[in-house]
């Protein structure tokens, strides 16, 4: 779940980053929002896209519903409220 929070952040404000700099006019002084872009949209491919990592995040979200749908309503309750 970090992974995939932290690819998707990192690449909305590197997007940002690049409205910013490139609403300044360019050519002023090169900047390296460019290079960011890319490492940012690497992190989103480097170990699966993001929709892998979300089917990956819920077969282990219903893993741990199925679980929790074998004990008693008591005992259920108990690992709900910690």
Do not use: C, H
Not at 9 to 18: C, I
């Amino acid at each position: 779940m970090g992974k995939l929070f932290t690819s998707e952040m990192s690449n909305r404000v590197t997007a940002s980053a690049l409205d910013i700099f490139s609403a300044e006019g360019g050519g002023m002084e090169p900047v390296p929002v460019g290079r960011y872009i890319r490492d940012a949209r690497l992190t989103e491919i480097g170990e699966g896209t993001s929709e892998v990592q979300r089917i990956i995040i819920a077969k282990e979200l219903m893993k741990d519903a199925d679980k929790m749908a074998d004990l008693p309503g008591d005992r259920l309750l108990s690992v709900i409220m910690g």
